[in-house]
């Protein structure tokens, strides 16, 4: 059994452990600034994918194995919350956070934005503060059959 731990620091490294004797199997570096916020294997534990700290919310997706990084990319300004890959698909995940839900896809050396959601209101001047509708802050997410929900 392995997990994965991040570092809150300028220049942040991912650390593989075990869980059977708590020994690192792998110390990875990363592109991060700040820290990293998530960290997710893939359904068969050949990648991983972390997110940073960064304002912009980078990704990055590491085959730890061999410590090779196959992507990074920021993302935008909205907070992630939460990393789900596709029990169907090895190369599609879903992230979810600030008012979005985004598809992504892995292909070749990089992701694609298949379908994104964006969950915030204009704001109106007729309307105050108190009334406007509130839309959720997505926190985690699950696949159902094909789809994301």
């Keep these: 059994m392995i997990v994965a731990t991040g ?31 998530h960290l997710k294997f893939s359904n068969d534990g050949a990648f991983l994918v972390s997110v940073g700290a960064d304002p912009l919310f980078s990704i990055q997706i590491i085959n730890w194995k061999t410590e090779e990084t196959l992507v990074f990319r920021n993302t935008g300004t909205s907070p992630i919350f939460d990393i789900i890959f596709n029990p169907y698909n090895k190369y599609e995940f879903t992230t979810v956070g ?11 050396r990089s ?18 503060k108190s009334e406007r509708p509130r839309f959720p802050i997505i926190t985690c997410a699950s696949y159902l059959n094909y789809h994301v929900t």
């Design 7 to 37: 570092e809150t620091s300028p220049s942040p490294c991912i650390h593989v452990w075990s869980v059977v004797n708590l020994e690192p199997f792998k110390v990875l570096q990363t592109f991060h600034k700040d820290g990293i916020l």
């Design 98 to 108: 600030h008012h979005n839900v985004t598809v992504w896809e892995l292909q070749g």
């Design 111 to 128: 992701i694609i934005r298949k379908n994104w959601i964006h969950l915030k209101s204009a704001p109106s001047d007729d309307v105050s």
